[in-house]
């Protein structure tokens, strides 16, 4: 059983910049299309990222342009690159690997970013 691990969140003002880590183990890592959630303080879980086994990103409409979403098989890890962040970008991120063919989907346990001055 795969299991992914987030790390990088943190404090930043508005602004300023962070890279978050989703990190995998357990199985094989390339076989797994990766998403990234959020949910914000409002309890609002949303989509903000995803990217393929074929490497094809997507990005929800109101990070696009300021995130992007990269992986390395090689290491088993998935990246979210964050840009320009606004408070309104403050929510605890999650990454979920979903199985290539099984569809199962698995998610880690969070961390969290708090955009603030």
């Known amino acids: 059983q795969v299991q992914f691990v987030e790390s990088g969140g943190g404090l930043v003002q508005p602004g300023g910049s962070l890279r978050l880590s989703c990190s995998a183990s357990?199985?094989?890592?390339?076989?797994?299309?990766i998403d990234w959630y959020r949910q914000t303080p409002e309890n609002q879980r949303e989509w903000v990222a995803g990217?393929?086994?074929?490497?094809?990103?997507n990005y929800a409409d109101n990070v696009k342009g300021r995130f992007t979403i990269s992986r390395d098989n090689d290491k088993n890890t998935v990246y979210l690159q964050m840009n320009s962040l606004k408070p309104e970008d403050t929510a605890v991120y999650y990454c979920?690997?979903?199985?290539?063919?099984?569809?199962?989907?698995?998610w880690g346990q969070g961390t969290q970013v708090t955009v603030s001055s």
């Open positions: 979920k690997g979903t199985h290539r063919t099984t569809t199962q989907s698995y």
């Open positions: 357990g199985s094989i890592f390339s076989r797994y299309n």
């Open positions: 990217i393929t086994i074929m490497t094809m990103p």
